[in-house]
C-alpha cells in the first residue's frame, strides 16, 4: 500500500536486479490508515471523502455507509474473517463491524 497522486496497493516483482510495482490498484478515499493480510487476501481499511468507513479487499471497494468519526479505521484478522475498528461518529463509541 502507498500513496502517489491516489492511494494505491501493488505486488511488488523482482526480475534479476530490477524490481517493479504490478497488479496495480487503485483505492478510493479521503484517508487509508490500515492493512490487514491473512497470507491470501488483503484488506486495506479507511475513511471516504464523505466521511464514511470505506474497504478495499482484494479488488472490491466498498463503502459501509457508516460516519466514522476522526481519520482513523483498523483492519484486524480474526478467526478467520475481517473485522474494521472505528469510533462511531454520533456516539464517539468504538464499534467493530465485520466485514
Same mark, same amino acid.
Given at each position: 500500500? !502507498?500513496?502517489?497522486?491516489?492511494?494505491?496497493?501493488? %505486488?511488488? #516483482?523482482?526480475? =534479476?536486479?530490477? #524490481?517493479?510495482?504490478?497488479?496495480?490498484?487503485?483505492? =478510493?478515499?479521503?484517508? *487509508?490508515?490500515? @492493512?490487514?493480510?491473512?497470507?491470501? /487476501?488483503?484488506? *486495506?481499511?479507511?475513511?471516504?471523502? %464523505?466521511?464514511? &468507513?470505506?474497504? +478495499? &479487499?482484494?479488488?472490491?471497494?466498498?463503502? +459501509?455507509?457508516?460516519?466514522?468519526?476522526?481519520?482513523?479505521? /483498523? *483492519? @484486524? $484478522? &480474526?478467526?478467520? %474473517? !475481517? !473485522?474494521?475498528? $472505528?469510533?462511531?461518529?454520533?456516539?464517539?463509541?468504538?464499534?467493530?463491524?465485520?466485514?
Amino acid at each position: 500500500m !502507498y500513496k502517489d497522486s491516489t492511494f494505491k496497493t501493488s %505486488e511488488i #516483482a523482482v526480475s =534479476g536486479i530490477t #524490481a517493479g510495482f504490478v497488479n496495480t490498484t487503485g483505492i =478510493g478515499g479521503f484517508s *487509508v490508515t490500515s @492493512v490487514s493480510n491473512n497470507g491470501v /487476501s488483503t484488506v *486495506v481499511g479507511g475513511k471516504s471523502t %464523505e466521511g464514511t &468507513l470505506l474497504t +478495499h &479487499l482484494d479488488g472490491l471497494s466498498q463503502d +459501509h455507509m457508516i460516519n466514522v468519526k476522526d481519520n482513523k479505521v /483498523s *483492519v @484486524v $484478522y &480474526l478467526d478467520g %474473517e !475481517y !473485522y474494521g475498528v $472505528y469510533r462511531d461518529n454520533e456516539s464517539s463509541e468504538l464499534k467493530i463491524k465485520k466485514l
